[in-house]
């Protein structure tokens, strides 16, 4: 068997779930044979690609370096057919787009309802990721678009600011029924304990870099990553947060938060969608793009998403 386009892509399917089994299941393929296709390859190359364990697989030193030029052929693959098929022809294929539980929340719903129903020959694929890694898996080609917090002033990434978020104290709800203020101070806010995200989470660097500009110290009493338990933290009145509002529209409508913004100095932080700017992107990828934005600026004004847009606005579509 000579390697080819339908291998390749079975081998970047099995890198990119870390399963053969889960690969299989993406590809319709029998997981059999997907495992014999991959067998071949390291056969015809004369080398181990993967390291198979019972939680799945991850590429060797030369498993990677295939993957990196299979991910790049198969974009350059796609691109090709998206030339060859001409500008008029509808945007077709795969997107992998990648954002943060927190941003998902509030995003991945009406983006997959508007690519669903405007661009039916587009097959979207959320994929969940710190923000911090989605340069890597740009570079890589794991995904084709994603969400992140910091500008990366990188030539290899392109970047489009789509949100301005003010950053809130999250509190446990007051059951007294007591009438809090609004806003609270960043100098108060370094009085009380605090349950935030380790360091290097983009959160907790804005946070730390806005308490050192103002010499203030924080009191930190527990360090905790993932949105959803922070919330079951300050909900179980471990300590309070910071997060954004629409981090928690949930939990203050039912009243099971509170939420103060912070002032003296406000807190603030960007969402940027990123995509590589080294392979040009396909028809697909843009028109994805462009309801992305056009879908965030319609959450922002709807007052869905609490914030202030800040993306081009000639790109709603």
Not at 151 to 156: I, L, T, V
Not at 162 to 188: C, H, M
Not at 205 to 220: F, H, P, Q, T, W
Not at 250 to 259: H, M, N, P, Q
Request: overall charge positive; charged content about 25%.
């Amino acid at each position: 068997m000579s390697m080819n386009l339908r291998t390749l892509t079975y081998f970047a399917a099995v890198v990119e779930e870390g399963s053969i089994s889960r690969a299989a299941l993406r590809l319709r393929v029998a997981q059999p044979a997907l495992s014999l296709h991959i067998l071949n390859l390291e056969q015809e190359l004369d080398t181990e690609l993967l390291h198979r364990t019972a939680r799945g697989v991850t590429t060797t030193e030369s498993g990677a370096r295939l993957y990196q030029h299979a991910r790049d052929i198969l974009a350059k693959v796609d691109l090709a057919r998206e030339e060859v098929r001409g500008h008029a022809a509808s945007a077709v294929g795969d997107v992998v787009l990648s954002m943060t539980q927190s941003i998902a929340k509030v995003l991945a719903l009406p983006v997959f309802r508007r690519v669903a129903s405007e661009l039916p020959r587009v097959s979207l694929r959320f994929s969940e990721s710190n923000t911090g890694h989605v340069p890597t898996l740009l570079r890589q080609r794991q995904i084709d678009l994603g969400i992140t917090f910091r500008a990366q002033k990188d030539p290899a990434i392109h970047e489009e600011p789509l949100v301005e978020e003010d950053l809130y104290l999250i509190s446990p709800a007051d059951k007294r029924g007591n009438k809090r203020q609004p806003n609270v101070t960043l100098d108060d806010v370094a009085k009380l304990p605090l349950i935030l995200p380790g360091r290097p989470h983009s959160l907790r660097e804005l946070i730390d870099g806005y308490a050192r500009k103002n010499r203030l110290s924080l009191d930190v009493v527990g360090e905790v990553d993932a949105v959803p338990q922070l919330k079951d933290f300050v909900a179980a009145e471990v300590g309070h947060t910071i997060l954004t509002q629409a981090s928690v529209q949930a939990e203050l409508a039912d009243g099971s938060l509170g939420a103060r913004r912070i002032i003296e100095p406000v807190i603030s932080r960007r969402v940027i969608l990123c995509r590589s700017s080294e392979i040009p992107p396909t028809r697909a990828t843009v028109a994805v793009e462009a309801l992305l934005i056009a879908t965030a600026r319609h959450l922002v004004d709807e007052k869905r998403w609490p914030g202030r847009f800040v993306g081009s606005h000639n790109k709603a579509v």
